[in-house]
């Protein structure tokens, strides 16, 4: 659930101006290893066997990839209504669907809510920051418009090696959000989706101290006054959008993953 004042402005305006990702490539990886073989001469008298080096009990592990997926609104907040359709239910649909494309391509994903629960927006930061998620999608749809909306926190960037106060705390990422946005985008429009990008004040992704960005789908052809071609609870269409944002991730991973 997002704080109402979010909500409205979030999910009732159609948002312009688009914004210019910036593509960072994380430095993310391991030095590979290496045996050296060595060949010793016979010894012509038994040498004591040094003592043995200390061993580290485990070999350094590498970050884990993990999604988190926040369907937004759930429980008493229902978000948008659409004739007979609720965000709350578009939004856990479509979370549950992309949940189930990652964790098939093997990516480890925490979902904010798994049912009609209530959840409120510190509560969706803290999840997404306890999980020290590599990427954070915040899952909203409307009515309004077409296509696919992304926004990413209006915050101002910050030198990440400040602290950061909870409400602001995601100031120190709106650089790899943006780039995330990027990232996604790419893989929309590559599916042909039609794609607008902003910038928004919401709450819970303002606490966030990862790469976040808002999604909101709107039906497909739906133009200005006239009704929409596709209905956003269509499973071709959910499929689509979903198949389109797992793409994106993956692209993510294989980006962090680059030295
Ligand atoms: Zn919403």
Not at 61 to 68: C, D, L, Q
Request: charged share 15%; proline share 7%.
């Amino acid at each position: 659930m997002l704080d109402r004042l979010a909500i409205r402005s979030f999910c009732n305006q159609v948002v312009s101006g688009a914004v210019a990702a910036a593509f960072i490539v994380a430095a993310a990886g391991l030095k590979p290893g290496c045996l050296i073989a060595q060949e010793t001469a016979p010894a012509q008298q038994p040498i004591p066997a040094p003592p043995a080096a200390p061993r580290p009990a485990t070999l350094p592990a590498a970050p884990r990839f993990v999604v988190v997926l926040d369907a937004a609104h759930g429980g008493d907040d229902g978000g948008g209504k659409f004739g007979s359709l609720l965000e709350k239910d578009l939004t856990l649909a479509l979370s549950v669907r992309l949940r189930s494309l990652l964790a098939a391509r093997g990516i480890a994903v925490v979902t904010t809510r798994e049912s009609d629960a209530s959840v409120v927006p510190e509560r969706r930061a803290e999840i997404a920051n306890h999980a020290a998620a590599r990427a954070c999608l915040s899952i909203h749809a409307t009515q309004t418009g077409s296509g696919v909306h992304m926004f990413v926190s209006s915050l101002p960037p910050q030198d990440p090696a400040r602290i950061a106060a909870w409400k602001t705390a995601q100031s120190a990422w709106v650089t790899r959000s943006l780039a995330l946005e990027g990232v996604l985008n790419s893989a929309l429009l590559q599916a042909g989706m039609n794609v607008t990008l902003g910038r928004t004040a919401l709450s819970s992704l303002d606490s966030m101290v990862c790469p976040a960005v808002a999604f909101e789908f709107a039906p497909a052809g739906g133009q200005k006054g006239e009704k929409p071609a596709t209905s956003l609870d269509d499973p071709a269409y959910q499929a689509q959008l979903a198949e389109a944002l797992a793409a994106g991730l993956l692209a993510w991973q294989a980006e962090a993953r680059q030295p």
